[in-house]
């Protein structure tokens, strides 16, 4: 995690210092929203403790590459898929954050698989079934 902010942190003033353009406007901010999206997935694994490196570094570059394949495919045929890409990652950014932030919140006595699945319902005490045998 420590990584990650560290690498978001050389990022972020790499991108404030060096003023190269890159391909597009609307390109480079729905890939730097889909990174957001891996960021915060890979902070709710760290919070479950279950964050693997590798699969944080796989799951930024496949957004990321994603996304980009999407824009630039829509800008092939004229389709502006940009704004269904951003509306697509803003969602699942912001469902991830909500879900970061009640683990965070969460009691730290109570486990995530016990809040995962529900109580057993008692027994019904009512009448009992008709006996399909026949008999009666």
Known sequence: MVIALIGL???????LILSAPL????????ILLAMLNA????????????FDPWV???????N????????????RFDVPLELAVFVYFGYHTLKGFSSLVKALVRH????????AT???????????????????
């Open 9 to 15: 942190v050389l990022g972020a003033a790499a991108g």
């Open 23 to 30: 391909i597009g406007n609307a390109l480079s901010a729905i």
């Open 39 to 50: 960021l915060i997935g890979g902070a709710r694994a760290c919070v479950a403790h279950k």
């Open 56 to 62: 944080f570094c796989a799951g930024m570059l496949a």
């Open 64 to 75: 990321a590459g994603f996304a980009a394949a999407l824009c630039v495919l829509g800008d």
């Open 108 to 115: 730290p006595a109570a486990k995530p698989e016990a809040a």
């Open 118 to 136: 529900l109580p057993e319902e008692p027994a019904s005490a009512g009448p009992a079934a008709p006996d399909e045998g026949g008999t009666t």
